[in-house]
């Protein structure tokens, strides 16, 4: 940093070193502004003066970190990070709400003249359009689940399901995962005895009980959610696709379930579904291969239904 670079200033870059870069050692600190070890230590007390609370220790892995304390710390964005994260909240919160829609005001205003200048034009005239398959689940219950994850404690969830049923399940909750647009708890529900995937949006409440687990030793969180997607529903499915593995794979979706090379030239899709109806018209329907629903009554009699819509939209009219 220049030499004539104020005490604030080193400071507020003190502050920013320790956000991106936990752990810095004195000496680092000082290398990285242009000062003493021991002029580097009476700018970490200034940020503790000011009520942030930074903590150190000894060791090879040791160093300065921020700690968390009552008060959030002032946050630094570069204009690259700033617009990044105006799209990000664009992007996921088109129409948002006045919680999301005061938290972003807030960042805006607090970024310097030049960057929060064209993040508030970003904001005003960028315009996206809501994913009709997006669920927004409650701030509160996200919030209680995320804690529950990271404390690898059971909880109590009472759920909604698509019919309007409601349950309570005891599960583990592993991680959660968002998946184009919707939030998903990835757990072991006690009730099932298996892995389920829940809406969280579906998630009306949440109990906490104190009881510990571990999840597995390799959980992927994404991996896992995508091969649980497909299983565990009501109605069951079976299709074969008169087409190679390879060129049918790319049109399934993991929630249709786990598509099995049968040969060279064909393939077959075994899964379970809640939704028969929307199975065959967003799924299966989507797919510019033949195929044949082997097994499942209830997804049968929905593409036969979807195929007589379809067939009279092309009949011929009286005359």
Known sequence: MPSETSPTARALRTLEILQTRPGTTADELGARLGVTER??????EILREAGIPVTSLRGPHGGYRLGRGTRLPPVTFTQTEALG???AVLDSHPEADDLVSTALGKVIRALPEDVGRQAATLREHAAAAPDRYAARPDTAVTSELVSAVAARRRVLVTYRGESGSEWVAEVDPWAVVVRYGRWYLLCHSHRAGAVRTYRVDRVLAVEHTGTPFTPPADLDPVVALEEHLGT???????????APLADVAPWIGAQMGRLEAVGAERCVLTGTTRNPAMYAQEWLASVPFAFRVEDGPELREAVAALAARLSAAVEDGPG
């Open 39 to 44: 002029a580097a230590r009476r700018y970490v």
């Open 85 to 87: 994260l105006v799209m």
């Open 232 to 242: 565990g529903w009501q109605f069951s499915t079976r299709v074969v696709f008169d």
